[in-house]
C-alpha cells in the first residue's frame, strides 16, 4: 500500500503551483505543503493546509518495518499541527510545535486498529546555523485484551548543521547537517546529509555512516 499511496502524491505534486519552503508543520495563511521524510528506518509522509499561521489541518501517512514483530506498520491519520511559541530575535528565529492525529492503522493482521498520533518539535535557527530536536509516539494500544504484545511506535530525532556560505531568497541555499535517529529501541543511527532549498522547494539527501541506508526528504509549499 505505501508504494501506491506515495506514488499518488508525486502526481498531486505535478498538479499544483509553488510559492515558498520552510521545514515547519505550519506554514503562512492560507498555503498548502506537502512534507514526505524517508529512509530505510521509516517514511513519514504529511499534507497540510495552513489556516492560520499558527494552525494547520494535516493527512499523515506514515510506515515503519518492524523487525522485532517481523511485520510493516503502516497508519493514516488526520489531525491538527500548531505553533505553540515563537522566539523572534534580530537574527534567528526558535519554534516550538505540537502535532496530534487519530488514524487507523493497516498493519497485516491489525488491519482497521485506532492509532493516535503525537509529535513534539523544537528548532533554532538562524542564517549560518541550525539546530532541531523531534519527537513522535504512534500509540497502537487499546483497553481490549487483543492489544497484548502491541507496542507503540517512537521515533527520536536530533539535528545540527550549518551553512557553508549566506544565499538569498532567490538563490539556491545549502546546508551541512548531521542527524541522529532512533526508532523504538534500535540502534542510533547517525546520519550526514545536505540540505537544499530554492524558494518553495526544499530537499535533503544523506546516507547513514553504517552504510546501505539512504534518506531522501522533501517539502514543497503550494
Known amino acids: ?50 489556516h492560520r499561521y499558527w494552525l494547520a489541518s494535516a493527512l499523515h501517512y506514515a510506515y515503519f518495518p518492524l523487525e522485532e514483530e517481523g511485520l510493516e506498520y503502516e497508519m493514516a491519520a488526520v489531525g491538527v499541527n500548531t505553533l505553540l511559541k515563537r522566539w523572534n530575535r534580530p537574527t534567528s528565529q526558535g519554534n516550538f510545535y505540537l502535532s496530534l492525529a487519530q488514524g487507523r492503522e493497516f498493519t497485516q493482521g491489525l488491519s482497521g486498529r485506532p492509532v493516535s498520533l503525537v509529535e513534539v518539535d523544537l528548532d533554532w535557527e538562524d542564517r549560518r546555523y541550525y539546530i532541531a530536536t523531534g519527537y513522535t509516539r504512534h500509540f497502537r494500544q487499546s483497553f481490549d485484551s487483543d492489544s497484548v504484545g502491541i507496542s507503540d511506535i517512537e521515533v527520536k530525532k536530533l539535528r545540527m548543521g550549518f551553512a557553508p556560505y549566506l544565499g ?55
Open 1 to 50: 500500500m505505501h508504494k501506491t499511496f506515495t506514488q499518488s502524491f508525486f502526481i498531486l505534486l505535478l498538479s499544483m503551483g509553488l510559492t515558498r519552503a520552510q521545514a515547519h508543520p505550519t506554514s503562512f495563511q492560507g498555503a498548502w505543503s506537502l512534507v514526505n521524510e524517508s529512509s530505510h528506518m521509516g517514511r513519514h509522509t504529511m499534507f497540510t493546509y495552513s
Open 168 to 222: 538569498e531568497f532567490t538563490e539556491l541555499n545549502t546546508w551541512f547537517i548531521m542527524q541522529a535517529m532512533q526508532v523504538n529501541q534500535g540502534s542510533v543511527e547517525l546520519t550526514p546529509l545536505l540540505r537544499f532549498y530554492y524558494r518553495n522547494a526544499l530537499w535533503e539527501i544523506g546516507s547513514s555512516l553504517k552504510g546501505g541506508g539512504f534518506l531522501f526528504n522533501f517539502m514543497l509549499h503550494m
